[in-house]
């Protein structure tokens, strides 16, 4: 009897390995991400409330715990890696990262080139000035007058050049362009530039640490903030998708926004 089940628990793990051996190489994105039991995970940590570093140097925030619930859901892990936001597209694009979780908006642009999950969030967009600054602005296009600070590459950074720039409403050296958010708050702080541009969850928060100070808040985009990941992976969208009105549903997404301050 013992050796009959040791001949059959030979033969049964012989099918096994036979059978891991003849595995077909995972037909999509989504397959390939359960397979690895890993989901990578592109992100620009310069982005407070949603995306930043704590002191031991652990990505949190908003979207970090938003995709971390994501991958606990889909029976993943979740690995950061932090870079600059005007490179997150291009990692999706080459297969570096499998989705981008940044805070991002939709844009027409983007979706040449990866595609995006339903939205999770919506924001406006802030003027920050420096705290006691006289600056005020009753409508956007009176920023043309100042020094403006922008996150390259960033919806705010496209507003900027054409409404404003392309529109001959004011020189292109009054724009200055930062790889990271926060370096363009430092230079507000220095008096480098008058205003900065970023989204209106940020800028709340730079001004109830005292960094800054909002001096005009308004709606300049439609699209709200999504995951993005490579262009036709279906599959992938879908379950993304499907977590996250799961998640909208059962009140996650409210609570997450609520805990961190966000509207
Ligand atoms: N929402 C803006 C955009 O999509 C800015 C996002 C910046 N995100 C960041 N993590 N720095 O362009």
Redesign the pocket.
Known sequence: MKTLSRIVIVLLLGALILSACGAKAPANKLEAIKSAGKMVVG?????AP??YKDEQDNFVGFDMDLIREIGKRMGVEVEIQDMA?DSLVAAVEQGKVDVVI????ETEERLEKVDFSTAYHYQKSSFLAATGSAITLAVPEEAANYKIGV?T????DEWVTENLVDAGKMPAENVLRYER?DQSILDLQAGRIDLVLT?AGPAKEYQTNGQAMVVLTEKLFDTG?AIALTKGEADLKAELDKIIQTLVDEGFVDQLAQQYGLE
Do not use: N
């Open positions: 992100t620009s940590a310069d982005y949603f995306e936001f940044a805070s991002m908006t996150q590459g960033t919806t705010l958010a989204d903030e």
